[in-house]
């Protein structure tokens, strides 16, 4: 009995690995001109877990991403005077220093770092890969419109947002991968246990 809820707890250990390392199979994508084109892994940086990713209108090679911050101090708006996007808050259209980097698709590389800014500029919606935030317009003052800009949702348009699912090949390879370290902990552990069982009655004989 004590064995089977040993095999139990470890197939929940196998399972709480897997969805742990479930982000390293994801990766945001996006689709242009019918060609599916998967971005680097977003760039770590402390305080910064949300981002924005674009390309302008004139060039869909260059994509542009820019993070800001979790606690939302500041996030993407667009000023509707001028239709011009950026990085600050329906209160304050002044633009923060954003962390920014770039990807060139052709040269399929990595996110190269260049200067810290927050304005982005006019730009369709269209041309938004991925945001996670919802973006909408603003007067100066505050938020002039219900309906977003961008929304963090997919959107159906020559760009859209897109997730990759942890295909089931890639989840059975890490079950594979952990199994004999599974197994090794589990013949430890029934060892163990009948191990201090003939010490037990040893004890108590003598």
Not at 44 to 49: A, C, F, M, N, W
Not at 89 to 102: D, E, G, K, Q, R
Request: aromatic residues 12%; neutral net charge.
């Amino acid at each position: 009995m004590r064995n089977k809820k040993i095999l139990i707890i470890a197939l929940f250990l196998i399972l709480f690995c897997l969805l742990g390392c479930s982000k390293c199979f994801a990766s945001v994508s996006y689709t242009y001109n019918g060609n599916k084109i998967i971005l680097p892994e977003i760039p770590e940086k402390e305080g910064y877990i949300n981002y924005l990713i674009y390309y302008a209108n004139d060039n869909p090679n260059i994509v542009q991403l820019k993070l800001f911050p979790t606690d939302l101090s500041y996030y993407p708006t667009v000023y509707k005077a001028n239709g011009c996007l950026g990085l600050n808050t329906y209160s304050n259209t002044s633009n923060s220093s954003a962390p920014s980097y770039f990807y060139d698709v052709e040269k399929g590389a990595d996110w190269t770092k260049t200067s810290d800014s927050g304005y982005i500029g006019g730009i369709e919606s269209l041309n938004i890969v991925a945001c996670t935030t919802d973006i909408y317009y603003t007067d100066g003052k505050q938020k002039t419109d219900d309906k977003p800009f961008f929304q963090q949702t997919p959107q159906v348009g020559i760009v859209a947002q897109q997730v990759e699912e942890i295909q089931l090949s890639q989840a059975l390879q890490e079950v594979i991968a952990i199994l004999p370290m599974t197994l090794v902990v589990l013949v430890s552990l029934v060892g163990l246990r009948k191990g201090l069982k003939v010490l037990e009655t040893f004890l108590h004989q003598s």
